[in-house]
């Protein structure tokens, strides 16, 4: 069974952009599916951040996201392991048109795309680190949709 948490999480991304962010994901209570040795499950993802960018190497820009979606983990040995890969998108809101070097976003809605890899340690497994790829655009709603590509490091606390 998956756990609630906590978790600060931040990265690096294309055109010298910065995320950081802080959320909370609630784990599916009744869901769940077997795939190959392992366990499947899901839970939602709710978070808040602040994406930095240099457009055309101007001073740093700073631009608020709100954001929430789902996520699915496999986990091996029946849903054991300490390890686990995930991927998950969501929905999220942006204070400002958020714009990176000559790019800008067309809408402040876009959506955030995930892949990761992570694992669990400590007494009751209540830690986590997982490393995860990130893509953002507005799924071609409306152009320019020049997207956003990052790099993250998320830790997770068990509450």
Same mark, same amino acid.
């Given at each position: 069974?998956?756990?609630?948490?906590?978790?600060?999480?931040?990265?690096?991304?294309?055109?010298?952009?910065?995320?950081?962010?802080?959320?909370?994901?609630?784990?599916?209570?009744?869901?769940?599916?077997?795939?190959?040795?392992?366990?499947?499950?899901?839970?939602?993802?709710?978070?808040?951040?602040?994406?930095?960018?240099?457009?055309?190497?101007?001073?740093?820009?700073?631009?608020?996201?709100?954001?929430?979606?789902?996520?699915?983990?496999? !986990?091996? #040995?029946?849903?054991? #392991?300490?390890?686990?890969?995930?991927?998950?998108?969501?929905?999220?809101?942006?204070?400002?048109?958020?714009? #990176?070097?000559?790019? !800008?976003?067309?809408?402040?809605?876009?959506?955030?795309?995930?892949?990761?890899?992570?694992?669990?340690?400590?007494?009751?497994?209540?830690?986590? +680190?997982?490393?995860?790829?990130?893509?953002? #655009?507005?799924?071609?709603?409306?152009?320019?949709?020049?997207?956003?590509?990052?790099?993250? +490091?998320?830790?997770?606390?068990?509450?």
């Amino acid at each position: 069974q998956e756990a609630r948490t906590i978790y600060a999480q931040g990265g690096w991304g294309e055109n010298a952009a910065r995320s950081a962010v802080l959320g909370m994901t609630l784990p599916w209570e009744s869901w769940s599916w077997s795939l190959g040795s392992g366990m499947v499950r899901g839970q939602w993802d709710g978070y808040v951040g602040n994406w930095s960018s240099r457009p055309d190497h101007a001073a740093r820009r700073n631009t608020w996201v709100l954001g929430f979606g789902p996520s699915l983990r496999w !986990r091996g #040995s029946e849903g054991r #392991s300490p390890w686990f890969g995930e991927l998950g998108t969501s929905l999220h809101l942006s204070s400002r048109h958020y714009q #990176s070097s000559g790019d !800008r976003f067309s809408t402040r809605y876009n959506f955030a795309s995930h892949i990761g890899l992570g694992r669990n340690f400590g007494a009751q497994r209540q830690h986590e +680190l997982s490393l995860r790829l990130q893509h953002t #655009s507005n799924a071609s709603i409306k152009r320019p949709n020049p997207g956003e590509n990052f790099v993250l +490091l998320r830790y997770a606390h068990a509450f």
